[in-house]
C-alpha cells in the first residue's frame, strides 16, 4: 500500500484552488503541466510510500499517538510559487498563509509518532497545495501572472482532520483511498 498523511479542505476553498488551477491552465501550453484534480487537493504531512499490512497498522497507531490532543484549525490560501526554482520549475503550488504554523506544529507531531511506531519516512514539510507539475515549457510570464491572479483570490477552510491515505495509481491519474481518519479536537 502507498500511503501518505494529509488533510482535506472544504469545499469553498477547493473551489478557491480550482479557480487558480484554472487560470495559471489557460496560460500554460497544452501538455506542459500534468494538473491535480481538484478532488485530490489536500495539504502533504508525511509520505510513507509502499508499506506493508504490518507497517500500515503501525502507521495508524503513529497517527493516532502522534496527534493526541491536537485541536482543529482554519488555514487561509496565500500566494502561487513553484519548488524548485523559477528557472527549473517542477511542481507548481498555492501556499498557505495564515494556519501555516499550526500546520508546521501538527506535522512536527505526526512525524514523532510515525517514528515513534517505527516508521522510516522524509519529514521535510513546507504548507503548500501542490495543483500541478510541471511536464514541458512555460512561458516566460507564466509564474507572475499566476502569482498576481492568486493574490487577489483567497479562501479559508477549517481543517478538523489529518488522514491516512492509499495512492492508487490509474491510467487517469492517481485515486486516494481512506485508510484511517483522526478527528481533531
Do not use: C
Not at 59 to 64: H, I, N, P, T
Not at 115 to 133: M, Q, W, Y
Amino acid at each position: 500500500m502507498r500511503l501518505f498523511a494529509a488533510s482535506a479542505f472544504e469545499p469553498g476553498f477547493t473551489e478557491n484552488l480550482k479557480a487558480i488551477a484554472d487560470y495559471a491552465r489557460g496560460n500554460a501550453p497544452a501538455g506542459a503541466v500534468k494538473w491535480v484534480e481538484p478532488a485530490n487537493f489536500h495539504i502533504t504531512y508525511a509520505f510513507l510510500g509502499d508499506l506493508d499490512r504490518s507497517a500500515a497498522a503501525a502507521a495508524v497507531k503513529g497517527l493516532e499517538a502522534g496527534l493526541e490532543g491536537v485541536k482543529a484549525f482554519s488555514v487561509a490560501s496565500g500566494g502561487f510559487g513553484v519548488f524548485p526554482s523559477a528557472r527549473r520549475p517542477s511542481v507548481l503550488w498555492v501556499g498557505i498563509a495564515a494556519g501555516a504554523e499550526e500546520l508546521r506544529v501538527t506535522a512536527a507531531r505526526l512525524a514523532e509518532g510515525l517514528t515513534k511506531a517505527g516508521l522510516v519516512f522524509e519529514s521535510r514539510f513546507e504548507p503548500h497545495v501542490t495543483i500541478g507539475r510541471v511536464k514541458g515549457r512555460l512561458p516566460e510570464n507564466f509564474i507572475r501572472r499566476a502569482a498576481d491572479f492568486t493574490q487577489s483570490r483567497k479562501a479559508v477552510s477549517a481543517l478538523s482532520s489529518v488522514d491516512l491515505l492509499e495512492s492508487v495509481p490509474t491510467p487517469e491519474g492517481p485515486k486516494y483511498r481512506l485508510v484511517h481518519s483522526k478527528r481533531l479536537l
